[in-house]
């Protein structure tokens, strides 16, 4: 990142006020910490005189630096920024829990506007171990999934946003609960079922409780497993909004893309087949399935020329996705992913690949870098 002369920013010094920005001599060595005090103009001339600079990175703001970072940095960000969300909504209870969402929400939707194919991807990713993990992870695969599609149905930016921290917070009473039970061979227990039964109303109090007030994000949380037909619960009621009908879509497409201890996780063709079915002529749904697709980033798919391969965008055409090659025809692993090009016939998609079939399995960061390369 490019230095520039302190000069070039005196509008935002404030003799006597702390430094917002670190500043360095003209070698670039440090001259003066961030929160330092310049005591007066006279000083501050000084300083300049000599030549002293700033590190233009520290100027951005954090949705900048997220908007201009290499690209080939974005799966480290994004593995960052799930991490302090994860954080976040694991402790509900906290008397900052209000702020520490908001802010670590902020990056998510920023990497989101960024890259909607790598936020496609983490979607689809599978991997938290503990029972909390899942069920934050849960909540954000959903929370992305219902920023993308409002955004697709052209909702306002305000609504979007709301439909976003709607899916973040929906089952902010049962984090741990979700693991238990995608971990779980046998059905729920009663007390289990209570739990289900009641969590929307207890997600609404932890974040009245937490001083969230808007009535809109409150209802669309106690309403998401409420159904246009009456037949959801906690009320039956057939009163939807439009958020709840959204974030309930986005839950139940994302809970089939995840896997459980009874089910392997639902290939994303199948998946987008089945919302088409259990809900046909619902622009929501058509909207969910469009934006997705068939072929996701993040999906495995064989090429008809043998080759195992991993999608890392979608493409022009919705059956002609960017993917990059894993391993060869004979399948065996290539040192580092080929880039393929679907719409020739002889790389063309020839199907999905379960998870549970996927050989070679990369780690996560390796997978992700394929993604971006």
Not at 103 to 121: C, G, K, M
Not at 197 to 210: D, G, I, K, Y
Request: net charge neutral; charged share 20%; aromatic share 4%.
């Amino acid at each position: 990142m490019p230095f520039a002369e302190l000069s070039s920013v005196k509008h935002r010094l404030v003799p006597g006020a702390p430094l917002p920005f670190n500043v360095r001599d003209a070698d670039r060595t440090l001259l003066l910490a961030r929160g330092q005090m310049v005591e007066s103009n006279e000083q501050l001339e000084a300083i300049m005189r000599r030549g002293a600079l700033v590190d233009m990175a520290e100027l951005q703001s954090p949705r900048d630096q997220i908007l201009q970072a290499p690209r080939e940095l974005l799966p480290q960000i994004w593995q960052q920024a799930m991490a302090q969300l994860g954080l976040a909504l694991a402790d509900a209870t906290a008397p900052s829990f209000r702020e520490a969402l908001v802010e670590a929400a902020a990056p998510v939707q920023t990497l989101v506007e960024r890259d909607p194919d790598l936020a496609i991807f983490q979607v689809l990713r599978q991997g938290a171990s503990a029972d909390l993990a899942y069920g934050a992870q849960r909540s954000l695969q959903t929370a992305i999934t219902s920023l993308l599609v409002a955004q697709r149905l052209s909702w306002e930016p305000a609504e979007a946003e709301r439909a976003f921290k709607v899916a973040l917070t929906m089952n902010l009473s049962m984090l741990e609960l979700q693991g238990q039970l995608a971990r779980q061979a046998t059905p729920p227990t009663p007390d289990q079922r209570l739990a289900l039964q009641t969590h929307p109303m207890r997600s609404v109090r932890l974040l009245e409780t937490a001083g969230i007030s808007d009535p809109l994000w409150l209802r669309a949380v106690l309403q998401h497993h409420e159904c246009e037909d009456g037949s959801g619960y906690p009320s039956g009621s057939g009163d939807v909004c439009d958020l709840a009908s959204l974030v309930r879509r986005s839950d139940v497409y994302t809970s089939k893309l995840a896997s459980r201890s009874t089910r392997d996780a639902m290939s994303a063709d199948i998946a987008g087949r089945q919302m088409f079915m259990q809900d046909p002529g619902h622009p929501m749904t058509a909207a969910l399935v469009k934006e997705f697709g068939i072929y996701p980033p993040g999906c495995h798919v064989r090429l008809a020329s043998g080759e195992l391969a991993v999608v890392v965008a979608r493409g022009a055409a919705i059956t002609a996705p960017v993917v990059a090659c894993l391993s060869n025809a004979r399948g065996a692993p290539l040192s580092a992913p080929v880039r393929r090009d679907t719409s020739d016939r002889k790389y063309a998609v020839a199907g999905v690949v379960g998870e549970a079939s996927v050989y070679p399995r990369l780690p996560l960061d390796r997978l992700m870098a394929a993604l971006v390369a």
